[in-house]
């Protein structure tokens, strides 16, 4: 697969703690994420995988009681200080863990993102919509019903159209909170598919539950447990030799 | 067949029947409406009723020409729309999205308690300040106008259309928020484009329920709008005065001898105000049934629609569009056109007509913009136009497309998010201001008339002097004898619609009843109790039939709250019982109905505030102006506070401090009720334990 260690750290984190109203859901994170590589968050429901991914585009800014101490780094800089909330949005986009297309059709779901950001030429949105498809690997299943209503689509191709929703704003890093959980296998296999394609284009930080899935796909893995981030190494690494106790308990499914 | 068996089954005919009940009644509504109304037609012929337009029924010879009347209802129903549809739903989406929880709850309990004040004290508020305000910051003759009508309107249909529609965006699940805020909209982007459409059909039902609250309003609109039966001239003049269905049937009700001409005529004009409320009411349940699916299905294939049905749905629209405009056109010219000699008349139509086509064409190609906005625009600056002439109209115009223009090309997302919210806000502050002024000014004014005397004398010198007493005894008896009839009857059919009905034919016959029942405006109810209870049944004017006819009125209210507490205890605990082999009824009557008494209590209290302060079921019906000796027969009329307020505001001049009195002691008895009902509420969901 071959991760890309020289690549430039995009994401880094210091000393990070979350809080919710009543918890503390993560206690001082320190990760950093290369561009152009895949990095998996890996660990037990409730470990604080899905709080991490929020905070790298403030989407824990939505929850109410959430607060936040240290720092999020993008490109060496305040994610919360220095850059403007829709700015960070922007550049990094978000798919969720189950597929959250909009009730409209698939055209307006894609073309939505470019025109919020201020694109209203009618021919550069059916640009964006086609090259956006085609990058989810969706195009050709829906090309001739562009106009429909996109509830209408399968569980997979939904996830799909999120993912090319996200891409249509061309960000620079992906985040995903576990993108395949709510899809069948087949659907699964798609998307997996879809996220080594974009390895070569995008960062990717990818949540999931599944440790075949982080082994498959990513370059490099974390693995979290009760809030804390216990081994954060390169996947082979990881997967082979971790060197926690926890870690490996846990990858041997002793528990989680 | 046990004896346990039997009881059970005689225990289930009884719910059955008390479900019933109010289609029952409905049914009666309808009936007695029919039979009192529909001579009218006869006596005065189907089109001089409806086109004509001179309403003279004691003159000689007598003219029952309505539709200034109904076109009067429909106008000052629309201006009440165009004042609370902005208004109420900038207030909705910032308790739903804006609001800090803390602060959210507050907001709406004022907002309930705006909707508790007695429509009688919204006009007595309205004749004395809005009407005088209206008279000299636009230097009238008089205030009472539609204007004036349709504001009063506005802020009474505002509670409704701000608790349905904050509902409805509060309901668009979190996902499509996140989904937005997650590719880098703001949160304006977010609520404008994705949250608000989401929540579309349960915004527009939020509107056309306000709608039919505002329609069915009598009191309020009957004191501020002037109540002359005429077409305003031109048909946008909104200072002039008009006279709505409503306001019609309180004013003369009272004064027309039982089985004559002009009785029927009202009565008729009960049904065509019965009529378009039973239509805005089917509309608005179809599209919450529509709601409830919204979220959970995936549409209908979208392939069923082909060119052929598009174009016919697009002609449809496009004719409809016509209609509105040239009536809008005919309801302005009609005067005109018929003193005017044909030549001259042609020509000015076809000049209007070209300059329509010309600024439709103008707002579709140019602007890129639908027809529905076009024709909206279209009428818009015509309305301008008979208000400011041509000349400011089009610096008007030139004004509004800047504005359009900067918002479209010029400002940022964050600036306009910035406008946005301070829209948001400003509409909420006018929201809770209106609840202040109102209460406010009642209390103050109404402090030095109160005084022990005052609550416990009987009135002399017409009300001028002396006290309320009789008044409060009556109201406390009507209200009490509501609840009891309404009460009983409501609770039992919504044990009924809760714990043992089955989606069905029987069910939806209930349901449809109970809706009915529920948008049913309260001067039909004072028509019904009248002619039913008065009339046909020969109680009299009587205390009983002003007890049965608020009882009626109540009874959604309770059956409602009932099946919504019921409801919501959850399933565990009528397993638990009948798993140890208690009957249905006992689960219910010993499991069910005790978890479930606070909210069946806080349905009641509501239902007492509501008999408490509603004046027009009870003009005709129950009450008297005056009563020496507090008699508790249920067959003698009664005093009552909000008809006192009524009679003092409108029949005896100088009685100004008294009238603030009575209007203040209405207002204090119905905030407590509601007051201990908010209480009794947000107590029993923090200590609820499941």
Known sequence: MGANPNGEIVLETKDLNVFYAKSHALIDINVETKKNNVTALIGPSGCGKSTLIRSFNRMNDVIDGCKITGTVLYKGRDLYHEYNIEEIRTKIGMIFQKPNPFPMTIYDNISYGPSVHGINDTKKLDEIVERSLKLAVLWDEVKDRLKDNSLELSGGQQQRLCIARALAIEPEILLMDEPTASLDPIASAKVEALILQLRKRYTVVIVTHNMQQAARISDYTGFLYMGRLIEFAETTELFESPKEDLTEKYLTGRFG | MTLERKSERGIKTILIICGFSAAIFVFFIILFLIINGVPAFTEIGFGDFFFGTAWHPTWTPPSWGAAPIIVGTLLVTLGAMVIAVPVGLAAAIFISQLAPSRIKRYLKTAIELLAGIPSIVFGFFGLLVLTQWLRISFNLLSGTCWLAGSIILAIMSLPTIISVAEDAITAVPITYKEASLAIGATKWQTIRRIIVPAARSGIITAIILGIGRAIGETMAVMMVTGNQAILPQPITNIFSSIRPITATLALELGEVSWGSPHYHALFALAIVLFVIVLIINSVATILIRKRVRVYKEKPKD??????????????????????????????????????SDPLSLSLILILIIGIAIGIYALFKFILKVSLFYSVLMLILFWILWTWFGTLNTLLIGCFCVGIYLLFKFVLSAKFIQRIAFTFLTLSIFVVVFMLGVVIAYIVFNGAPALSWQFLTQSPSDLG????????????????????????????????????????????????????????????????????????????????LAGQLTLGIMILPTVTRTTEEAIKAIPNSFREGSLALGATKWQTTYKVVLPAAAPGIITGLILGLGRATGETAPILFVATVFSQRFITLSPFDPVMALPTHLYTLISGVPNSTVNAYGTALVLLLLVLIFYGIAMVLRSRYQRFKKW
């Open chain 2, 302 to 339: 979208g392939k069923g629609s082909s060119e052929i049905l598009l174009k016919a749905k697009n002609f449809i629209k496009f004719t409809i569009y016509i209609i509105i405009v040239s009536a809008f056109l005919f309801l302005n010219f009609a005067p005109f056109l018929s003193t």
């Open chain 2, 464 to 543: 001028r002097a002396g006290g309320v007493f009789p008044a409060i005894i009556g109201t406390i008896l009507l209200a009490g004898g509501a609840l009891l009839v309404g009460g009983l009857l409501g609770i039992f059919a919504g044990v009924y619609l809760a714990e043992y009905s089955h989606e069905g034919k029987i069910n939806k016959i209930i349901r449809a009843g109970m809706d009915n029942l529920n948008g049913t405006p309260s001067i039909v109810f004072g028509l019904f109790g009248f002619a039913f209870f008065v009339i046909y049944l020969k109680f009299g004017v009587c205390l």
